[in-house]
């Protein structure tokens, strides 16, 4: 017997135990000598089997196998919804949104849903789709049926030996949408869950338990009863919480359905989770024999939480998408190198796979309105607010653009209230958020970059992207998912295009640029020739600036596009960024090998040494820190034949060459995200790298590098002043 397996079945001998104890207070009060100890024991561990069987595990999104909910259970926390009530904190809203920080879109340090159901009566949890509401009422129930912890402060989620829930009330989960086509009849549903068991005299049971305030009722999902039938139900749920208030009652309900049902109830709305529960959840999941061995788990975090798969963290933090997460990693131990894939199979898990497994809201957002056409609505909402570098919207300009699209695509009539729209789609599939009074945006930013991808996927609107965006880092992600959906070639080649054009258009990227070419080596390899013009170019940018006591480092951009293009190139030839007189002369010596121009080593060392005379009569004073490296600098570049006044261009002269080399980097990048690509298009972009080609097609518009825009700068980018 594997240690999973040992496992249930002690969680089966502890669930029926305490059931019985839960149940054994009432009936002994009864008097019925029918109902002896023997018979509540088998009606008891037949309730706690059943309680196990169907809330106790977990199967979703296609899952061979159920996993035990008491294995990967991960604890949540929760806030009060009134964040979203205040007009103020918009814009740190919309920062907390840009940086994907979690913690920053709450007033208030989230609370552990344990203490605040272990606090409160009557409590009612909100959450989008797939946040875990279901989850945890499931889990609440599973705790009930544990035996009491003799400390009441424990709240260890992972300790299943006793349990976290105190109040000591026999848990009955209701699934409220099996009254989809009958009144809400809560006595009723408590009567059948405990004949199913084969408890007798059932009614007189439950009759007692509710007089006595024994239950805990878990009814989930307000949000899956029928429209028509909601106003019914809730006054059925209502009175009889009224009727029977000595029990407990927590339900659920997604938040953009929820309309402040239960008056009495406190409304909480669960986080989306945290560093800290995803790897928990990830240690959890991955905790077999076989995991462990193979550090599935490590490995999974490791990509999870690096710098490429920043926005496939973001999606991680609702437990729904991190278990697809989960289960893609599971297949193959690594995530797939096309985002792109990812991004969209966990779009149509919103937008189609959840509702159709959890069987609601099965009719479209609009008879007309199928999944790709729909796709196309949130692409076009997504695409325009983020070329205006908007993430928040007014439900205004959500309903205007939704009937503006209804319209045009499908000749919906003007009068259509594209609010029921809206609303279906925050409802159904929670893809649109309202973080605070009228200020809507995407349940995460990576879904509005992907829409946003897909938008500007189509010969149509594809230069548009390439002219307009490409040296805007905020674009980044746009450009790489774009170029993982289908054949990158066009894209690639419109990039690189533009990136030629803008250092045909500025004169110091010329002048730098023909320099580049008299001295760059001719090898015969046209991935180390190209190799070499680009650290060539970055020559002009390669000393170390100061701003405000910092030092930042220009050519970085070189740097990191010659390590993605040709990792090895750079081994041994990263120039020293504080030049020092005898670093100098052995960078110029290993050049001299190498260049088509035969540097005049004697001169340049004689100029070298004069400096380290001059130095050494003067010493490291404050004054000369920085002074001598610009001249050890100013001898190298023009011991290379630079130009004087291309000795360390200035920022404003080196914008374009500073945005070119950030474009040629993210061209290569997209290569390495793309779908599919040619090997002559990759061929031609080697060729051309870093060429004068004054007779290449140029774009219709030449995007302008402003001074006021974000441009790349290494690992920061900064607004620039004029």
Known sequence: MSSLDTAEEQLSTQTASTAFQLAWGAISKLGKKAWDRATLDRAMKRYAQG??????????????????????????????????????????????????????????????????????????????????KSTFLKRIGLEALLPRKTNAIETDATDLTSGNYTPECFPVYIELRKFKNEPVDLFQALVQEFEACGLPDSAAFVTLCLSEGRLLLLLDGVDELPTDKLDAAIQNISDFADKYEQNRFITSCRTAFYKTFFRRFVDVELTAFDDGQIKTFI????????DRESKSAETFLSLLFSTEHRSTLELARTPLLLTFLSLVFDDSQKFPANRSSLYRRALMILMEKWAAEKRVHNSPVYADLHVELEMELLS?????????????????????????????TLNAPRGLDARKILDAIQVQQGLLVERAADAYSFSHLTIQEYLTAEYFHRPAKLRELVEEHL??????????????????????????????????????????????????PNTGDAMKDAAWRIYLLSIPLRFKRYTEGRYERSE???????????????????????????????????FNKHLRRELPLAKIETELNEVKEELGSLGKSPGNRYKYPRRINGIVCGGLGLSYDLHGVSRAKGRTLLS?????????????????????????????????????????KVQRISSKRKIYYGNNARMKPS
């Open 283 to 290: 240690n959890n999941w991955f905790s077999s024999e076989l």
């Open 471 to 520: 040296f805007d880092e905020k674009w980044r992600e746009v450009f790489l998912l774009s170029a993982g959906m289908a054949g990158a070639d066009d894209l690639l080649l419109c990039m690189l295009d533009v990136c030629q054009s803008a250092l045909n258009t500025d004169e110091t990227a010329q002048r730098c640029l023909k320099w580049t070419l008299e001295v760059a």
């Open 51 to 132: 309680f196990l069987s169907r809330h106790g595990r977990v199967k979703v999104l296609g899952m061979a196998n159920p996993i035990p909910l008491a294995v990967i259970y991960t604890a949540v926390e929760v806030v009060s919804p009134n964040y979203r009530i205040a007009y103020s904190g918009i814009e740190g809203i919309s920062q907390s949104l840009r940086e994907r920080k979690r913690e920053s879109l709450y007033k208030s340090k989230p609370t552990p849903g344990i203490v605040i159901a272990n606090k409160e009566q009557f409590l009612n949890i909100l959450g989008s789709p797939g946040a875990g």
């Open 380 to 408: 076009e909402i997504a695409a325009k607010a983020y070329i205006e570098d908007q993430i928040l919207f007014s439900e205004q300009y959500l309903v205007q653009s939704i009937a503006g699209f209804m319209h045009a």
């Open 660 to 700: 070119v080399l950030y474009g040629l980097k993210l061209i290569v990048d997209c290569k390495n995200s793309a779908l599919r690509l040619s090997t002559s298009t990759w061929q031609e972009f080697v060729g051309r790298l870093i060429t004068l080609e004054p007779n290449a097609q140029a774009p219709r």
């Open 556 to 590: 970085k951009g070189a740097d990191d596009l010659l390590d993605a293009f040709h990792p090895n190139f750079l081994r041994g030839k990263r120039g020293p960024m504080n030049w020092s007189v005898r670093s100098a002369k052995k960078w110029l010596g290993y």
